[in-house]
């Protein structure tokens, strides 16, 4: 079986389908991985199939790291867009340019990626929608993530899932530009991304966990949870720094505190000194990350407190005592895994849904929104390190979560979309 497997973002959303390409590739199938540059550390070893690396969204990913922060007002605002649109279709034509390569027999596409389900209708093959986030397949059992943990009942919580074509609506005229482009007809703006044109269902890969988010008695045969798609730093070779070794030795497990990019750097100096100053009311050693500029990079005044860029979080978070983070689905995926309380600091999209879903685990406090995070973290922080029945609880859904094999499951799930068995079968 060839797989084309596209997703556009940072680490976050690159590591999961990188982990995919991996666990195919040794099932014995042949990968390409339509992803921006800079991610070739994330390829895992193949074999006995191939991965190939084609980079798409190279520019796009450089736009929003970088021109987006900078922006502010609307001539700004408009300027931007302009920008983006050129790269989004920038975007779409690479990811035409990978599937002419690989040549697929099925297609993997995260919804950033628009031109997904049109090259694999173009190619006449099946087109597998991908997300870790129960964000397309309509429910009654929750309401869509984007709105946070809230419930309208069951059929408002259904209802909810309408939002879901807005992206056809915002971006039709790309879409059919596209479309037009590569010989298929013009779709209508509000299409249901859930339906092929002859109205069969679309499959979907839901790579996270059901001891997270329970699997909805009303979701179709088309939905597939599959369980997390982890990938581990022994596949792409990352070392630790001698930095990061020796403080993890010099006394009690940490707490790691990050928020990626979140804030674009908007506010970063306050939510430094609201981070250091919770920590220090506490008593606690802390590792910071900065990532994009979600935390500002400064003297700590403390040996207790290291601050870094990044560090993968499969590799730390079994390494510390408990995890402070944005809610991005990557990164509340890891918490859980390791076994580790929770604590969530939401800024925008699905994190409030993480945020809540970590709450009613029982893995950690009620989600502490950004805006509060000056006059809240010191309180909230002390709930999370000194309420036991977090610790113990987060124990035992790190063990059920270590005992799935969501990688397995989304390579069987492919090859039974396909009718094609591994190579080695």
């Known amino acids: 079986m060839h797989v084309l497997i596209m997703s556009f973002g940072t680490r976050g959303d690159i590591q999961p389908y990188a982990a995919l390409a991996g666990a195919l590739a040794r099932a014995g199938h042949d990968v390409t991985l339509a992803v921006p540059e800079g991610f070739e550390n994330l390829m895992p070893h193949a074999g006995p199939g191939t991965i190939l690396h084609y980079p798409a969204g190279s520019t796009m990913l450089r736009l929003v790291q970088e021109v987006m922060p900078g922006s502010s007002g609307p001539r700004d605002a408009l300027r931007t867009l302009g920008i983006m649109t050129s790269a989004m279709r920038e975007l779409n034509a690479e990811c035409w340019a990978a599937a002419q390569v690989a040549r697929p027999d099925v297609v993997v596409y995260h919804p950033k990626c628009l031109a997904g389900p049109h090259i694999a209708e173009a190619l006449g093959v099946p087109g597998v929608l991908s997300l870790p986030l129960p964000f397309f397949t309509p429910t009654r059992a929750h309401a869509m993530p984007f709105l946070g943990g809230a419930s309208f009942g069951a059929l408002g919580n259904r209802a909810s899932y309408a939002f879901r074509r807005m992206s056809g609506a915002i971006y039709g005229g790309m879409i059919n530009d596209f479309r037009c482009g590569v010989g298929l007809s013009p779709v209508r703006r509000l299409a249901d991304p859930l339906r092929n044109p002859d109205g069969s269902p679309v499959h979907v890969l839901y790579p996270y966990s059901r001891h997270v988010v329970p699997i909805p008695g009303d979701y179709p045969p088309s939905a597939h949870v599959t369980g997390y798609w982890f990938l581990d730093h022994s596949d792409d070779g990352w070392d630790p720094p001698s ?93 859980i895994r390791a076994g580790r309380p929770t604590l969530v600091v939401p800024f925008l999209g699905d994190q409030p849904f993480w945020g809540a879903r970590v709450h009613a685990l029982g893995v950690g406090p009620a989600p502490l929104r950004a805006k509060h995070l000056g006059t809240g973290l010191t309180d909230r922080l002390g709930d999370l390190v000194h309420t036991d029945s977090y610790a113990s609880r987060a124990d035992e859904v ?7 094999n969501g990688l397995a499951a989304g390579v069987l799930a492919l090859e039974r979309i396909t009718g094609v068995t591994s190579a080695h079968e």
């Open 243 to 335: 930095q990061l070794v020796d403080f993890l030795a010099a006394g009690e497990p940490p707490v790691y505190v990050g928020f990626g990019s979140m804030g674009f750097g908007k506010g970063a100096n306050e939510r430094r000194d609201a981070v250091l100053a919770a920590l220090r009311v506490h008593g606690l050693r802390g590792i910071v990350a900065t990532g994009w500029g979600g935390i500002a990079r400064g003297e700590t005044g403390t040996d207790d407190v290291l601050v870094l860029e990044g560090v993968p979080h499969d590799w730390l978070f079994p390494r510390v005592a408990a995890v402070v983070h944005h809610g991005g689905a990557g990164s509340t995926a890891a918490g």
């Open 398 to 404: 790190g063990t059920a979560i270590r005992a799935e």
